[in-house]
Each structure stands twice: as structure tokens, then as C-alpha cells.
């Protein structure tokens, strides 16, 4: 893991997203890959006519361009190497488009002070048809601690391995890795032979057990978080079909939505 990728827009979320982006980069002795998106009228829903669509869009090209500047100077003092790309249209579209070549994708969680940008659409979408793992990162965040403690939700689906072992570079950093189960139910991959799994990689997992008997798997999570406080959580996205998770919930929406920590998910 070495090319991050980072989605820049002046919105709520982008100094945690930023921060994440640096904290991941550094870990790694990586390259961060910053793409700036001008949000196309389009990309709100908004019936905007000829004229309006062309006002919004020059708004927001005027406004990232203002952003640019205040960030391409910082980031010639964060000690990073990194790049920059300019983009225009939605957020998914545009990072689609440049993640050919990267390893991690950062996003933001659900925002918390606004519904616009939608974020959570967005990560939902890179998560499910971008091809890439992201981090997902709430709102208040402040920092990516690579080196702490990091909680594995684990339900032995493709999914959850698929996240566990996109997650290896980064896990090597960590000071403590636990392996969480949620329920009794059988999976697939039992959860002894994803800490052996670990282990051959040189990364020591607690396996832990957690009831789960009304079958909120996203509130046990979450309340597994406040009792563990890890820095951050490893969990596979939508190990059910986007269509079931839509009509009933999910783990994946309800995290991205409420989790007070940063997310690492792939899919």
C-alpha cells in the first residue's frame, strides 16, 4: 500500500479527511494523490435551468480553486510526496476515474452538520463499484492513528476478507489488533483461521466474542467500539446485496451513518 488517494472539496469533512490522508501517507511512506472536485449542478438533484446550472458550476470552480491554493501551500510543508488532479462532476465519477494506480481511497462518513454533499452515497458507491478499499472517515475526526488499537468486525463473509487483508499494510502498524465476532452463527471463514491468517503475516489478533441476540449487528458494532475505543475498524461493505441492505438497513449504512471512529471497508 503506497498510492493514497484523497478526495478534496471545501465541505465539512475535509480536514478530517485531509489529516487521515497525511496520517495513512506517512505510515505507509507513501504518495498522496489529492483530487480536487468541482461538483457538477447535476450531482445535487437540483432543477437548475441553462443558465443556473452554468452560475452553480462557475461558484463552485471559483470556490475549489480558492481552495486549492490554501491547500497545495500547506502541503508543501506537510513533508509528504504528493500530486494533484482537478476534476469536475460527481464525487465517485472522479475518483473512478483517477484510481487506476491507487491502493486507498479517502472519503468521508455521512456528515453530521449537512445533508449536501452526500457523502455516504459516495462511499457507498466506491466501496461497491470502485474497486478499491477505502477509509471512511467521520466528520469530526482528527487523526488516523495507524499505530493504535484496531477492531476487526468480523463475519468470516468475502467481504470481511477482503477488507482483513487489504488491510495488512496498515495493520503491520498497529500496536493492538482484535478480531471481533458477532454472534454465534457459523460463517464461512471461522474466525481461528483469520487470526492464523494474521499471524502469518506477523500481526498478533485477540479474538473476541460479542452476543448479538436481536440481530442489530450494527448497534453491537457500535457499542463494541465505545467499550474497545479503537482507532480505527476493519469490516467488509454490504456482505448482502445493495437491494436487501437498502430495504432493511445494514451494518455498512448504519456504521457509515453513526460510527464516531474512521472506517476501513472494502467490498
Request: with cysteine; net charge negative.
Amino acid at each position: 500500500m503506497k498510492n493514497i488517494l484523497l478526495l478534496i472539496h471545501d465541505d465539512p469533512g475535509q480536514e478530517a479527511r485531509l489529516q487521515a490522508a497525511l496520517d495513512i501517507t506517512r505510515a505507509v511512506e507513501g504518495h498522496l494523490h489529492c483530487v480536487d472536485v468541482a461538483l457538477m449542478p447535476a450531482a445535487v438533484d437540483t432543477p437548475y435551468d441553462g443558465v443556473g446550472v452554468e452560475l452553480v458550476l462557475e461558484h463552485e470552480r471559483l470556490r475549489e480553486t480558492q481552495n486549492k491554493a490554501s491547500l497545495q501551500k500547506r502541503l508543501e510543508t506537510e513533508n509528504v510526496s504528493w500530486s494533484w488532479a482537478d476534476k469536475v462532476g460527481s464525487f465517485d465519477g472522479a475518483l473512478q476515474s483517477e484510481s487506476g494506480l491507487a491502493d486507498l481511497i479517502v472519503v468521508s462518513c455521512e456528515l453530521s452538520s449537512t445533508n449536501y454533499p452526500a457523502m455516504r452515497e459516495t462511499a457507498e458507491a466506491l466501496v461497491l463499484h470502485g474497486h478499491r478499499p477505502i477509509v471512511a472517515m467521520p466528520e469530526n475526526a482528527r487523526l488516523f492513528d495507524a499505530a493504535g488499537h484496531v477492531l476487526i468486525a468480523w463475519d468470516g463473509s468475502p467481504p470481511a476478507n477482503a477488507a482483513m487483508m487489504a488491510a495488512v499494510p496498515l495493520l503491520r502498524h498497529a500496536t493492538k489488533v482484535t478480531l471481533l465476532k458477532i454472534g454465534e452463527i457459523d460463517t464461512a471463514t471461522p474466525i481461528q483461521q483469520a487470526a492464523a491468517y494474521l499471524s502469518r503475516h506477523g500481526i498478533a489478533a485477540h479474538v473476541v466474542r460479542s452476543a448479538d441476540p436481536d440481530h442489530r449487528t450494527g448497534e453491537a458494532l457500535l457499542s463494541a467500539i465505545i467499550a474497545l475505543l479503537p482507532s480505527y475498524v476493519v469490516m467488509g461493505a454490504y456482505g448482502h446485496s445493495r437491494t436487501m441492505e437498502a430495504l432493511f438497513g445494514g451494518t455498512t449504512r448504519t456504521m457509515l451513518k453513526e460510527s464516531p471512529v474512521p472506517l476501513f471497508l472494502a467490498h
